[in-house]
């Protein structure tokens, strides 16, 4: 069983940048991939970024490419995500998630997930 705790969000003014971290619990944290996903209010949970185990590959929404970085400490078990030049539409509740197979690639569908945090809110203001 893996916890995650997001932490980081808030209000901010388009244009401006926040960072999310997310913590995780559990001696095998470094073989798991990380996801960050996002649900704005009334649609559904999107994919926003993703890292494989090691922290070599990265993958992101062509939404946020050239926006936001993920990245990850094993040493600390946490995943983070820097968002810059926020937008209004970038405004939704921010997930972390764990995929539990060993070692695995960055995956874009949440359905790889096993683990998901409780979501911090980021609201973007124009």
């Known amino acids: 069983q893996v916890l995650l705790v997001e932490s980081g969000g808030g209000l901010v003014q388009a244009g401006r940048s926040l960072r999310l971290s997310c913590a995780a619990s559990?001696?095998?944290?470094?073989?798991?991939?990380m996801g960050w996903f996002r649900q704005a209010p009334g649609k559904e949970r999107e994919f926003v970024a993703a890292?494989?185990?090691?922290?070599?590959?990265?993958y992101y929404a062509s939404s946020v490419k050239g926006r936001f970085t993920i990245s990850r400490d094993n040493a600390k078990n946490a995943v983070y995500l820097q968002m810059s030049s926020l937008k209004p539409e970038d405004t939704a509740v921010y997930y972390c998630a764990a995929d539990r197979r060993y070692r695995g690639i960055a995956e874009v569908n949440l359905d790889r997930y096993d683990y998901w945090g409780q979501g911090t809110q980021v609201t973007v203001s124009s």
């Open positions: 890292i494989n185990w090691s922290g070599g590959s990265t």
């Open positions: 559990g001696r095998t944290f470094g073989n798991y991939a």
